[in-house]
């Protein structure tokens, strides 16, 4: 098959919303959501601020099979609200993996796949959401000491805020080109530090510095691959079976990487960074 009939037969994963990520990741046909729409489990603090809920409050939740294996996936759905973190949607998730844990000390070897697609807590909801992004950190690591659990940053809105430390705990992390992952999104760094520091609008700069090949390359994803359903869920499958990166323990090897950083660049001002990343120095 040439790459041309290869791109016309493959389905972008980028283009899906949550609920329809999460049945692509899972074996056909097992896909069993939680807390679905139906149960009308929305955010009680939007209303109140003049915002429209959503009735699963941007949070998929789904049990199923990766290939015959028990998994448990939680798809975030980035069209509402960015994304964001709110009370409900964060306790979705938590609980999902604490049931995971429990699964395994009860025998069932349950692993977990997050579809992060978020720009970090809600600020409508800020204390709340920051609370519940902390549990689902602490759930992230309780499970990962039974089963691999695998990030995927997809596109369009990247992963962002607390959620992307929650994305550097994982067992391991699987990006796209078209991801981005940072703590601070863009127009947080330009709105605090100026345009004349991080351009928001300057999409080949942002890219360059917090897209899914800069990400990979700089050791902070595990797998970077195209664009395309198939193609994920083949490296999400390839990847539960690898020894977990164990990001979180490797401070020494990051903190050593910086320091090499700072001491090539000393000088270096916002315009030079911006040369040197689009290969113009």
């Given amino acids: 098959m040439t790459d041309r009939e290869h791109l016309l037969r493959s389905r972008s994963f980028v283009e899906l919303g949550a609920r329809q990520r999460a049945g692509a990741v899972l074996d056909p046909g097992s896909l069993r959501e939680l807390l679905g729409p139906f149960e009308r489990l929305m955010s009680p603090w939007l209303p109140l601020q003049g915002i429209v809920p959503q009735a699963d409050d941007g949070v998929v939740i789904a049990k199923g099979l990766l290939n015959q294996r028990p998994a448990?996936?939680?798809?975030?759905?980035?069209?509402?609200?960015?994304?964001?973190?709110?009370?409900?949607?964060?306790?979705?998730?938590?609980?999902?993996?604490?049931?995971?844990?429990?699964?395994?000390?009860?025998?069932?070897?349950?692993?977990?796949?997050?579809?992060?697609?978020?720009?970090?807590?809600?600020?409508?909801?800020?204390?709340?959401?920051?609370?519940?992004?902390?549990?689902?950190?602490?759930?992230?690591?309780?499970?990962?000491?039974?089963?691999?659990v695998i990030g995927v940053i997809a596109g369009s809105v990247g992963c962002f805020g607390g959620m992307s430390i929650a994305a550097g705990l994982c067992s391991h992390l699987l990006v796209t080109r078209e991801a981005r992952l940072g703590l601070n999104g863009p127009q947080v760094i330009e709105q605090e530090a100026g345009i004349g520091e991080y351009d928001s609008r300057d999409r080949p700069f942002i890219w360059s510095l917090t897209g899914g090949e800069q990400r990979h390359a700089s050791g902070l994803a595990d797998a970077y691959v195209a664009d395309d359903v198939d193609l994920i869920r083949e490296q999400i499958l390839h990847l539960l079976e690898q020894p977990s990166a164990r990001r979180a323990s490797r401070h020494a090897e990051f903190l050593e990487r910086l320091a090499r950083l700072g001491s090539d660049c000393p000088q270096m001002d916002a315009a030079a960074v911006r040369t040197l990343y689009r290969g113009e120095a």
């Fill in 72 to 148: 448990v996936v939680a798809a975030i759905e980035g069209g509402f609200q960015g994304g964001s973190m709110g009370e409900v949607g964060g306790a979705k998730i938590a609980a999902a993996l604490e049931l995971a844990v429990e699964d395994n000390r009860q025998g069932i070897p349950t692993c977990a796949v997050l579809l992060l697609e978020t720009g970090g807590v809600r600020l409508q909801e800020a204390n709340l959401g920051l609370a519940a992004i902390a549990e689902i950190q602490a759930a992230i690591v309780a499970l990962r000491a039974h089963q691999p």
